[in-house]
């Protein structure tokens, strides 16, 4: 099975076909099968309701499985699969910038993950990279427990915008 398809289809595939669609959305083996329990969604705004809330509910060891499967800011995801090529989309405001603002997001991703000890998590879709190190810049100064509900969120948003990518 594809990566996108109809959500008829994705509310009727065999598990391991709709596992794959919805791993492509979302990382997190947890957050996978609660949405695999869910199903039948019938609409993309049920379904993508139920993904973004499932995010933001995740204990923090899933939402750590779910950012291991992100890149860092301002690096170019590697590989042909679907979440490669959709993260390579999302970051191409970073991507475009010019050398000193790209070494400044390298800096600025090096500091957040010894702060934090994880990857910067931004919903980077339509911002340049200059307000994407502005967002990372003004995220060191929170504490974790802030900076975890901020990744959360930011992750439901990845979420949001790969359900409707992925399901035609």
């Known amino acids: 099975m594809t990566a996108s398809l109809p959500l008829e289809a994705l509310d009727s595939a065999p598990e391991a076909d709709a596992a794959a669609v919805l791993r ?19 609409d993309l705004a049920r379904l993508t309701a139920v993904g973004r809330d499932a995010v933001l509910a995740l204990p923090w060891p899933d ?17 042909a699969d679907r979440e490669a090529a959709w993260s390579r989309q999302e970051q191409s405001g970073a991507s475009a ?9 390298r800096r600025a991703n ?7 000890g994880h ?24 504490d974790p427990d802030t900076e975890h509900d901020v ?3 930011e992750l439901a ?6 359900l409707a990518k992925a399901l035609v």
């Open 119 to 142: 990857v910067y998590l931004v919903c980077a879709t339509g911002r340049t990279a200059e307000e994407l190190l502005a967002d990372a810049t003004a995220r060191l100064a929170h």
């Open 63 to 79: 939402v750590e499985q779910a950012l291991a499967a992100h890149p860092r800011i301002g690096e170019r995801a590697a590989g």
């Open 24 to 42: 492509a959305c979302c990382a997190s083996d947890r957050w996978v099968a609660q949405l695999l329990a869910g199903r039948p969604y019938g």
């Open 151 to 153: 990744v959360r969120r």
């Open 157 to 162: 948003a990845i979420v949001e915008l790969r």
């Open 110 to 116: 090096v500091a957040y993950e010894e702060r934090f």
């Open 97 to 105: 910038a010019p050398a000193g603002t790209q070494d400044a997001l």
